[in-house]
T-cell receptor, first 115, second 115 residues
């Protein structure tokens, strides 16, 4: 079982739709959860950062973490064509310094928002 | 704000040639990373540097060497390039090291093709 699973898509939605992106993971030690957005031919850009369980909202974006189910989600409300990108989930455990503390990435979901 | 700067942006090499990928960050971060991103494989850690003068192997270090020249700069060297090293290479940095839970900040990548 891979440590982090993410559906690669592609996911195509009309402008204005609510988008739900998800990742599952197997390592119960993960405590830090991130979502990165990657535009074509660009580097990953940090979008959302959460610690442990719960929700975090930033504008049109909401990140949710359910540690009991080992499941994280990113919701995008009122999606725009400018949201078209690949979204990567990433997570790590609090094991300072060792390789077990590496940031582990999902493979990314490619999202296309059509005008 | 430059953030993480990578040079060159594109490079084509012949098998057996050598080259060095350069990375510099201006955020006064202590830790720096080199990743490669391949279709269907996601981001994989090549090497990590917790601080100036220290480096550690990541998930896929074979065929690569690194140098942490100073706090700002972290270079990746391919001594004898192979077609399997065709990839997009990303440099990243964070204020504290892996396992601290801090997010990493990425450059825009070097697209390397080896014929």
């Amino acid at each position: 079982q891979k440590e982090v699973e993410q559906d690669p898509g592609p996911l195509s939605v009309p402008e204005g739709a609510i988008v739900s992106l998800n990742c599952t993971y197997s390592n119960s030690a993960f405590q830090y959860f991130m979502w990165y957005r990657q535009y074509s031919r660009k580097g990953p850009e940090l979008l959302m950062y959460t610690y442990s369980s719960g929700n975090k909202e930033d504008g049109r974006f909401t990140a949710q973490v359910d540690k009991s189910s080992k499941y994280i989600s990113l919701f995008i409300r009122d999606s725009q064509p400018s949201d078209s990108a690949t979204y990567l989930c990433a997570m790590s455990a609090y094991i300072y310094g060792g390789s077990q503390g590496n940031l582990i990435f999902g493979k990314g979901t490619k999202l296309s928002v059509k005008p | 704000n430059a953030g993480v700067t990578q040079t060159p942006k594109f490079q084509v090499l012949k098998t057996g040639q050598s080259m060095t990928l350069q990375c510099a960050q201006d955020m006064n971060h202590n830790s720096m990373y080199w990743y490669r991103q391949d279709p269907g494989m996601g981001l994989r850690l090549i090497y990590y540097s917790a601080s100036e003068g220290t480096t550690d192997k990541g998930e896929v270090p074979n065929g690569y060497n690194v140098s942490r020249l100073n706090k700002r700069e972290f270079s990746l060297r391919l001594e004898s390039a192979a077609p399997s090293q065709t990839s997009v290479y990303f440099c990243a940095s964070s204020e504290r090291g892996r396992g601290s839970g801090q997010p990493q900040h990425f450059g825009d990548g070097t697209r390397l093709s080896i014929l």
